[in-house]
């Protein structure tokens, strides 16, 4: 979601849906913005304000998918299969609800992040995007 306008749109599907977790990362995401003095990658009012862009979007263009029942059983299963994985759930909960909400609708999960979902293949169907340049992120000093 946070990255969408700048991938090729050939990537994405014609129809869109985002996940109530999502939608809660991205209400997080204005309030985690590291001070300048702390980081050197982006000017964190600048940050602050494109974070606050993309989360506004978000909630005017989509009805996000609920976080259901049905959501918290296929997490378990998804629990079950990060641990096989030899992965360790509890620093990935937010993926892991997303992917049950993908799980428990039957829909693919696009994301520039595949390796997030390392493991659940076998659950779901991962679509690798691919991760663009962000022009407003600062090259990492050396």
Not at 7 to 29: F, K, R, V
Not at 110 to 117: A, M, Q, V
Not at 121 to 133: K, W
Request: net charge negative.
């Amino acid at each position: 979601m946070i990255l969408r306008r700048w991938i090729d749109p050939a990537e994405l599907p014609d129809e869109m849906a985002i996940s109530a977790i999502t939608l809660a990362e991205l209400s997080a995401g204005p309030y985690q913005i590291r001070c300048n003095d702390e980081q050197d990658r982006y000017d964190e009012h600048a940050e602050r304000a494109r974070r606050l862009e993309v989360l506004q979007r978000a909630e005017s263009e989509f009805d996000p998918v609920p976080f259901s029942a049905e959501a918290a059983r296929a997490f378990g299963r998804v629990t079950a299969a990060v641990i096989a994985a030899g992965r360790q759930p509890k620093r990935r909960t937010a993926d892991m609800m997303i992917a049950a909400t993908a799980v428990a609708e039957h829909l693919p999960l696009f994301t520039t992040n595949p390796d997030n979902f390392t493991g659940l293949g076998g659950l779901m169907h991962i679509i690798a995007v691919t991760r663009p340049t962000v022009p407003h992120e600062r090259p990492a000093i050396q």
